[in-house]
T-cell receptor, first 116, second 115 residues
Framework: AQSVTQPDIHITVSEGASLELRCNYSYGATPYLFWYVQSPGQGLQLLLKYFSGDTLVQGIKGFEAEFKRSQSSFNLRKPSVHWSDAAEYFCAVGAGSGGGADGLTFGKGTHLIIQP | DTGVSQDPRHKITKRGQNVTFRCDPISEHNRLYWYRQTLGQGPEFLTYFQNEAQLEKSRLLSDRFSAERPKGSFSTLEIQRTEQGDSAMYLC?????????????FGEGSRLTVL
């Protein structure tokens, strides 16, 4: 069964500083990988996704993520965070078939706090 | 594109009552998912429809839970005899088979509080 680990429950970053959120996955084949962001009381918004090809993917709001097969990782980065980036971030892995219980498995999330 | 909409956004009920949530997916999407999210956790898969057929159900979905998608459009999730442990955010998502990328588009969720 697929699984996702986000080792950091909380991360605090100063505004303007760089950010890296860690994600490790377990999956038997080539995974489809996603990062979603959730603001308080809201649904999830897709930041970026990886299916194949270039292992460095660009997303919305200035985020990027790098797929490293050897490390089973898909870490999210941003060179300079803004106060509006404070939110919960979820990494997810999918089978790519788009369906079923294997459709998407989420990590427990990382809560990002931005210090002024 | 109106996105995925869910109703109601918030529901407070007493233990033992029944509740029903509705989800309207993006119109051209044939796949619809229900997830449950408790405080401090990521979303957990509950069930999935392709058109009107319910193809999978998680073991998290007890007999008190039932979901339907009668005409392959909107879906309802009913919880009977609610328990305090049912308190959670219930998220609906939809996706399109075309492309098979597996990307899910989420609604804003229905928050259930069972007193």
């Amino acid at each position: 069964a697929q699984s996702v680990t986000q080792p950091d429950i909380h991360i605090t970053v100063s505004e303007g500083a760089s950010l890296e959120l860690r994600c490790n996955y377990s999956y038997g084949a080539t995974p489809y990988l996603f990062w979603y962001v959730q603001s308080p009381g809201q649904g999830l918004q897709l930041l970026l996704k990886y299916f194949s090809g270039d292992t460095l993917v660009q997303g919305i709001k200035g985020f990027e993520a790098e797929f490293k097969r050897s490390q089973s990782s898909f870490n999210l980065r941003k060179p300079s965070v803004h106060w509006s980036d404070a939110a919960e971030y979820f990494c997810a892995v999918g089978a790519g078939s788009g369906g079923g219980a294997d459709g998407l498995t989420f990590g427990k999330g990382t809560h990002l706090i931005i210090q002024p | 594109d109106t996105g995925v909409s869910q109703d109601p956004r918030h529901k407070i009920t007493k233990r033992g009552q029944n509740v029903t949530f509705r989800c309207d997916p993006i119109s051209e999407h044939n796949r619809l998912y229900w997830y449950r999210q408790t405080l401090g956790q990521g979303p957990e898969f509950l069930t999935y429809f392709q058109n009107e057929a319910q193809l999978e159900k998680s073991r998290l979905l007890s007999d008190r839970f039932s979901a339907e998608r009668p005409k392959g459009s909107f879906s309802t999730l009913e919880i009977q005899r609610t328990e305090q442990g049912d308190s959670a955010m219930y998220l609906c998502a939809s996706s399109s088979r075309a492309g098979g990328t597996g990307e899910l588009f989420f609604g804003e969720g229905s928050r259930l509080t069972v007193l």
